[in-house]
């Protein structure tokens, strides 16, 4: 079996990939257009930044796993992995220790101006009145939007900088649950928004929160509050944020960007939003710890995979089966019942959705259940019944 790694991977992962006997190709240097072309017979593909297109599953014909060696999946077509079968998964929560420490430093980092203040002086500018112009963070409101693993990491060092902090998240959030995690609760983004004295955004991209950074959500914001993304720079708008940093004095600080550079690019376009901000270069995840921890759960959901069939951490499997009726049946563990069954099941039309075999210990006998688009007719399971191998059958409406 052949793995492609378009990123870069530890040494390590690739030896432990190497372990359980797959033909391991490391390319860190493939981009997006190029990918198509050289994905060939590869089964498993493993990438960080490198975005997976439809021509790349069109054109991997064998490809059957792809794995994220990070927690967002945006830069994937998973509308066309699952349309061709192919397995998506991810490693989240391996980068949250990385992505809220920078999250951190940026808050620091744009309270006291710093980036400015060291430009300053390798200029040979001695500002110290200009930039000892600062609010401090102790005493001072941090809204979070967002409140998964990353949220939650945040919220916890902020609570070091005895910061207090408020919270938002349209997915799971109630005001008894944002006690319970020991944060204020936000009924909406522009309520927090009005409330903070710094935001920070950790939500995933989807057309749900494109751009919900925008000049409704910025003109709630107190003037000369800070702003921090470390997330996914499709959230803010930003022609809204640059002239919301004119009009009303914001702090800002980005790790992320639209239509940001490919992590192969050594050229950044934006400079003008560049000057107006404090700004890295989208490494939120990127510590020696997190480079590993992923690693390791990268080769960890192969393994799996190899084993089972079935990998850890997928992101595209149907949650919720379309069957109408499960068929269960008892049988003993012999050759070619279940194909029989399967045969049977076929001529009348209908669709498995989902099978799974379970063998008993000693390996005499075993139980199928096998979901159904529909219901079989009573000669089928008679049928069925009827066969000497088959000990019981029992069939459930969903």
């Known amino acids: 079996m052949k793995v492609l790694i378009a990123d870069k991977l530890s040494k390590d992962a690739v030896t432990a990939l190497e372990t359980l006997g797959l033909e391991v190709s490391v390319q860190p240097e493939l981009t997006a257009e190029k990918l198509p072309e050289v994905i060939g017979d590869t089964n498993i593909l493993i990438v ?24 967002g999946v945006n830069t994937i077509d998973l509308a066309t992995a699952s349309a061709k079968g192919v397995y998506v998964a991810n490693c989240p929560g391996k980068n949250t220790a990385a992505v809220a420490e920078l999250t951190i430093g940026l808050l620091i980092a744009a309270d006291r101006r710093i980036g400015n203040a060291t430009i300053g002086l390798r200029e040979g500018k001695w500002e110290k009145k200009e930039y000892g112009k600062s609010r401090g963070l ?85 003037d000369g509050a800070i702003l921090i993304n470390a997330s996914r720079g499709e959230l803010v708008d930003t022609e809204a944020l640059k002239a919301a940093i004119l009009q009303k004095g914001l702090r800002v600080a980005l790790d992320v960007y639209e239509n940001e550079p490919a992590a192969t690019a ?31 759960e990268a080769v960890r959901i192969v393994d799996t995979f190899l084993k089972t069939g079935h990998p850890v951490g997928t992101v595209n499997v149907c949650k919720q089966s379309p069957a109408t009726h499960s068929l269960v049946l008892r049988h003993l563990n012999r050759a070619g019942i279940l194909a029989s069954v399967l045969q049977a099941i076929r001529e009348e039309g209908i669709n498995v959705e989902e099978i799974e075999n379970t063998i008993f210990d000693g390996a005499v006998a075993a139980s199928c259940s096998i979901l159904l688009d529909q219901a079989p007719s009573e000669k089928l399971l008679a049928s069925v019944a009827a066969n000497d191998s088959v000990l019981n059958v029992m069939l459930n409406e969903r």
């Open 48 to 71: 960080r930044s490198t975005k997976v297109t439809a021509k790349t599953f069109d054109a991997g014909k064998a490809l059957s796993l792809v794995i994220r060696a990070g927690a």
């Open 138 to 222: 102790k005493g001072r409101t941090l809204g979070i939007l967002g409140l998964g693993n990353i949220g939650k990491s945040v919220a916890q060092r902020a609570k070091g900088l005895e910061m207090n902090v408020i919270a938002w998240d349209g997915f799971w959030l109630t005001p008894e649950l944002a006690e319970e995690n020991g944060v204020g609760y936000a009924a909406s983004p522009e309520e927090l928004a009005a409330a903070s004295d710094a935001v920070t955004v950790h939500l995933a991209a989807s057309p749900d929160s494109q751009h919900m950074i925008n000049k409704a959500f910025l003109d709630k914001m107190k």
């Open 266 to 296: 050594n050229e950044f376009a934006q400079t003008d939003l560049a000057a107006m901000v404090t700004c890295t270069p989208h490494i939120g995840a990127s510590t020696d710890q997190a480079a590993d921890a992923i690693a390791e």
